[in-house]
């Protein structure tokens, strides 16, 4: 009774046997199975009977462990003796598309020109422009030249009424002193012309004192030659009186030309001295133009700085622009100590004023060192606003929804070679070339920089490739037995949704890309749908 109950049981595990791990063994191990059990079952019941069952247990075990391990990746799967179930897979068949590389940056739009207008005067501004009756605000137009606000100038013009006076008074000083200065070289040249003149006399008496003193000798000589005649009785004694007589008057005409020289250098001294007195009115007169023109030029200073401080109680517009910022009201009292200069956006929120011209708009950015090495000056950038960026961030960002959500595009117009000490990185200016309207002063923006760019290169989503070992993968599907084919592929530009394959996939071949990261080279895969 026992035996056969033995016997009906290791039949039943026989059977439970086959079922439960012909689904697992491979097809070959599941007809062995087979052909075992049948055989089992048409012996005999012999002691042989029981250890065939044993061995085909532990056989059926061993390949139950085999095709356990099977399942498990490893590098050597393609050699496994099981063949694995087919993976699912999405795929996408890869392209010949442009593709751009970018460079992107957060930027603040600024004008291009712009001028902050201030008061350099402490005063109440009495005035504000008024257009269409209303006081002027901010995204207002003005014209050059306009006057736009001005200080109380009543003082100022006091001072500008007695800056004037005084410089009147000095030009009339100067014209006096001239005048002066001019008589003073006249009495000069008058007194030079006075001492020619006296060098002349004093040549003529000097001329004849030599004659007089020739004559006298003359007269001397020839009445002693005729007082001897007369001792002699030569000659009658009133002849030697004649001769006395001519003597007599030539010595009276010797001491009137001693005295005609001494006369002529008197007048000469005197002559000398008035030269020297016109000359002294002559310094005098210069110094009195001097003065004159130095009370002038102070005169003068006074005027200009009083004007100069008047021009700085009005602000006009500088070119034709519209009104940025405007932080002053009528009857308000400014002070140049009001501004704050301790950085821009301080220097914005206290200036009086500030116009833009809102036809010359860029945008001033910072890139990291290793990106702004690749930005170069003339290429293309595209500008997107934050709340447009929101939805593209939603919806997925690709080049071709990137441009057409730019609100704005420019060229790259300078980049600083040096890198900020600070933050470490690169200043770059963009000058927008369309879409200014689009963009307000100071606003917050996003920058995409077009670097480099293929127009046919082979590209599949970004995303598709795994990384292993530092080296990039592509798993491409042998669309004949649906295998993949695990090959190394050579990166090229990478852009904002797909990534270039220079080498390693052609155009057209069925890339996987959800499901790869479970793939080995040699899977078998089944696809379940693609992402084209």
Not at 266 to 277: F, G, L
Not at 311 to 336: C, H, K, M, Q
Not at 338 to 363: A, G, I
Not at 457 to 479: C, H, M, T, W
Request: glycine share 6%.
């Amino acid at each position: 009774m026992n035996s056969a109950n033995n016997k009906s049981k290791q039949k039943l595990e026989i059977n439970t046997i086959s079922v439960t791990q012909k689904e697992e063994l491979t097809e070959s191990q599941n007809e062995r199975l087979n052909t075992d059990i049948n055989t089992a079952q048409k012996k005999k019941k012999s002691p042989w009977y029981f250890l065939g069952l044993a061995m085909l247990a532990i056989g059926s075990i061993a390949g139950w462990r085999t095709f356990t391990v099977s399942q498990k990746p490893s590098s050597i799967e393609q050699r496994s003796v099981s063949a694995p179930a087919s993976l699912p897979v999405r795929t996408v068949r890869s392209q010949i598309n442009p593709i751009e590389a970018w460079v992107f940056s957060n930027g603040e739009v600024a004008a291009v020109r712009f001028k902050h207008l201030t008061f350099q005067t402490a005063g109440t501004i009495n005035y504000l422009k008024q257009i269409e009756g209303q006081d002027l605000r901010e995204g207002d137009f003005v014209k050059a030249g306009e006057l736009l606000a001005r200080i109380d100038q009543r003082k100022l013009n006091a001072d500008i009424t007695v800056a004037a006076a005084s410089q009147a008074e000095a030009r009339k000083e100067i014209t006096n002193a001239l005048a002066n200065l001019q008589q003073a070289k006249a009495g000069l040249e008058a007194e030079r012309a006075n001492l020619s003149q006296a060098e002349q006399n004093l040549a003529k008496a000097k001329a004849d004192l030599s004659k007089a003193k020739t004559s006298r000798n003359f007269a001397e000589t020839d009445l002693i030659r005729y007082q001897e005649l007369v001792a002699e009785g030569a000659i009658q004694r009133r002849e030697v009186e004649l001769k006395k007589t001519n003597f007599l008057d030539a010595e009276a005409n010797l001491e009137a030309a001693n005295a005609g020289v001494k006369s002529a250098e008197s007048q000469i001294r005197a002559t000398q001295a008035q030269i020297a007195a016109a000359q002294g009115q002559l310094l005098a007169a210069q110094t009195q133009v001097e003065t004159a023109e130095s009370g002038l030029k102070s005169a003068s200073a006074r005027l200009d700085k009083s004007n100069v401080i008047l021009e700085d109680t009005v602000l006009t517009a500088p070119f034709d622009g519209v009104v940025a910022y405007l932080n002053i009201r009528e009857g308000d009292y400014w002070s140049p100590e009001v501004l704050r200069t301790s950085n821009y956006q301080e220097v914005v929120e206290s200036v009086p004023m500030m116009v833009v011209d809102p036809n010359k708009l860029e945008v001033n950015l910072e890139l990291p060192a290793f990106d702004g090495s690749k930005v170069r000056p003339n290429q293309t950038a595209y500008i997107v606003r934050d709340a447009d960026l929101t939805q593209a961030s939603i919806k997925g960002l690709s080049s071709e929804n990137l441009i057409d959500l730019a609100q704005a595009k420019g060229d790259i117009f300078a980049v600083n070679p040096a890198v900020t000490p600070g933050g470490r990185a690169v200043n770059a200016r963009i000058r927008i070339a369309e879409g200014k309207e689009n963009l307000k002063v100071g606003e917050r923006v996003s920058v995409w920089i077009a670097t480099d760019s293929n127009p046919k290169a082979v590209v599949v989503p970004k995303g598709s490739l795994v990384i292993r070992d530092r080296q990039a993968y592509a798993f491409v599907v042998n669309e004949g037995d649906n295998t993949v084919e695990q090959r190394p592929v050579e990166l090229g530009i990478e852009g904002l949704a797909y990534q270039e394959i220079k080498a390693g996939v052609a155009e057209g071949e069925l890339v996987v890309t959800d499901g790869k990261n479970r793939l080995v080279n040699g899977s078998s895969v089944r696809l379940v749908g693609s992402n084209n």
